[in-house]
């Protein structure tokens, strides 16, 4: 877990991402605004340490594109909250978001920041961005997409959290199951009947 060291009075993050480039991006603008940031790197299938968080304690707890699931103790160490950067909209909870918005031929994903609770993709919405579907789409290239609207997303939220300031309140709620690893493995969705094309 890398740890970057900031004056004091900055407030603290640990960010959890994935080990694509995205997660880079992330760090990295936090670190240049004057957080004090550490960050875990953890992707699905990767080795589950005893303390995955190091034993860090902090201000904020900073999920972007993240397979880690944190624990109700986890969220704990954090004295002001814990936000998560989803790339999915708030009717597509759980893992296999693009192959689900495939297979649903959906006109329209999205990208959700909210607050993280215990319960997986629960937490109070903050913003919500959604963004047509390309004809042709394939998970692949919906999941860059998301990515990247999901770190502009971050760009606006994250001043407000490094300010101290006020987040937004958005009017949505989340709703539908929750899709797991099994159900993506098997490309089997409780609310989909098929996923012909879906690849991913």
């Known amino acids: ?3 970057h060291h900031a004056r004091r009075g900055d407030p603290s993050l640990l960010l959890v991402t994935d080990r694509s480039a995205w997660g880079e991006l992330v760090g ?3 670190r240049a605004a004057g957080a ?3 960050h875990v790197l953890w992707e699905h299938g990767d080795p589950v340490p005893q303390d995955p968080l190091g034993g ?3 201000d904020w707890i900073v999920g972007f594109k993240a397979d880690y699931i944190l624990s109700g103790q986890d969220l704990k160490r954090a004295r002001r909250g814990a936000l998560n950067f989803h790339p999915g909209p708030p009717d597509i909870r759980g893992v296999g978001m693009y192959e689900v918005a495939l297979a649903r031929s959906a006109e329209t994903f999205g990208v959700t920041c909210h607050h993280m609770v215990e319960r997986v993709d629960a ?3 903050v913003e919500v961005e959604r963004f047509a579907v390309a004809e042709r789409a394939t998970a692949a290239a919906l ?5 990247a609207r999901a770190y502009l997303l971050y760009l606006r939220v994250m001043p407000l959290v ?3 300031a006020e987040l937004p309140v958005s009017t949505e709620e989340w709703c539908g199951p929750l899709h797991t690893w099994a159900q993506l493995r098997r490309r089997s969705w409780p609310d989909v009947r098929s996923v012909k094309g ?3």
């Open 56 to 58: 860090w304690e902090g």
């Open 162 to 164: 490094l300010e101290g």
């Open 36 to 38: 004090a940031v550490s």
């Open 143 to 147: 999941c860059e997409e998301a990515a």
């Open 1 to 3: 877990m890398g740890a």
């Open 123 to 125: 937490g109070p919405i």
């Open 198 to 200: 879906a690849k991913g």
């Open 28 to 30: 990295r603008f936090a």
